[in-house]
T-cell receptor, first 112, second 114 residues
Framework: TQLLEQSPQFLSIQEGENLTVYCNSS?????LQWYRQEPGEGPVLLVT???GGEVKKLKRLTFQFGDARKDSSLHITAAQPGDTGLYLC????????????WGLGTSLAVNP | GAGVSQSPSNKVTEKGKDVELRCDPI?????LYWYRQSLGQGLEFLIY????????KSGLPSDRFSAERTGGSVSTLTIQRTQQEDSAVYLC????????????FGPGTRLLVL
């Protein structure tokens, strides 16, 4: 069974701090997506990484896909209260599996 | 344009009753997904529709769960004889063609079975 483990599960920081959340697996993925979910809403796609070693930046968010395409990280610089939410990673199998494999998420709270 | 919409937004029902949850995907999206999200359980895949292909029902937890998609657009998820463990947020998503593309999620239906 393919699993995606996210860590930490919960994170509470002060505005302005930096943080990194991780998404790890023993399986290889053809692509990996990061979503943010706010209370009462569905997840919203932030980025998709496809190439091993790929780094993508979205304003203060930096996403990296591991060289072996088994893991990924999300780094947020100078966190803002608006970054608060549940961050989910989801991997697309390298095989012909028509489902994404989802992590349990990292719940981030950024306090003003 | 309009995003994915779901109704009702909240549903409270009694154990043993049947419920129907509705999803209106983004117009033109051929792929539609149903997920269940429970506290501490993450997103659990339930069913996937892609165009005119047979749906992938491999995630449905029991035969009390069924879903249909009429005319390649609106989808209904039906839970028969609801149990307390069915309480969760049911999320619908659609994408243009397939699972590796961006999935656009609706706001979900919060189901509480008493």
């Amino acid at each position: 069974t393919q699993l995606l483990e996210q860590s930490p599960q919960f994170l509470s920081i002060q505005e302005g701090e930096n943080l990194t959340v991780y998404c790890n697996s023993s399986s290889v993925f053809s692509s990996l997506q990061w979503y943010r979910q706010e209370p009462g809403e569905g997840p919203v796609l932030l980025v998709t990484v496809v190439t091993g070693g790929e780094v993508k930046k979205l304003k203060r968010l930096t996403f990296q896909f591991g060289d072996a395409r088994k893991d990924s990280s999300l780094h947020i610089t100078a966190a803002q209260p608006g970054d608060t939410g549940l961050y989910l990673c989801a991997g697309a199998s390298a095989g012909n599996n028509r489902k994404l494999i989802w992590g349990l998420g990292t719940s981030l709270a950024v306090n003003p | 344009g309009a995003g994915v919409s779901q109704s009702p937004s909240n549903k409270v029902t009694e154990k043993g009753k049947d419920v129907e949850l509705r999803c209106d995907p983004i117009s033109g999206h051929t792929a539609l997904y149903w997920y269940r999200q429970s506290l501490g359980q993450g997103l659990e895949f339930l069913i996937y529709f892609q165009g005119n292909s047979a749906p992938d029902k491999s995630g449905l937890p029991s035969d009390r769960f069924s879903a249909e998609r009429t005319g390649g657009s609106v989808s209904t998820l039906t839970i028969q004889r609801t149990q307390q463990e069915d309480s969760a947020v049911y999320l619908c998503a659609s994408s243009l063609r397939g699972f590796q593309e961006t999935q656009y999620f609706g706001p979900g239906t919060r189901l509480l079975v008493l």
